[in-house]
C-alpha cells in the first residue's frame, strides 16, 4: 500500500484554504514515510498556523498537504 493512501489521523488545522498538520512531529513521521517510499529527501516547513511536506518529484518542487484524510499536492 503506498502512503498516499493511508488515512492520516493527526490533528489539522486550515490554513489559507488548505489542510495542514497541526503538530511538527506529526508532519515530520509522515514525512519519513514519503520519503522512504520515495527515495527521496523530504522536509517539513511551517506554513502560517500548519506543517506541509516539501520535497522533489522528477526534479520538481513539491508541497504536500491533506485532503479527506490522505496526504495528496498543494497547489498555489
Request: hydrophobic share 40%; net charge neutral.
Amino acid at each position: 500500500m503506498t502512503v498516499f493512501t493511508q488515512p492520516v489521523f493527526d490533528a489539522t488545522v486550515i490554513y489559507d484554504g488548505n489542510e495542514l498538520f497541526k503538530g511538527q512531529g506529526a508532519a515530520l513521521g509522515w514525512a519519513d514515510k514519503v520519503a522512504k517510499e520515495l527515495g527521496t529527501p523530504v522536509t517539513v516547513e511551517k506554513t502560517g498556523t500548519g506543517w506541509v511536506l516539501c520535497g522533489s518529484v522528477d526534479g520538481q518542487p513539491k508541497r504536500w498537504g491533506i485532503i479527506g484524510q490522505r496526504l495528496a499536492p498543494l497547489t498555489g
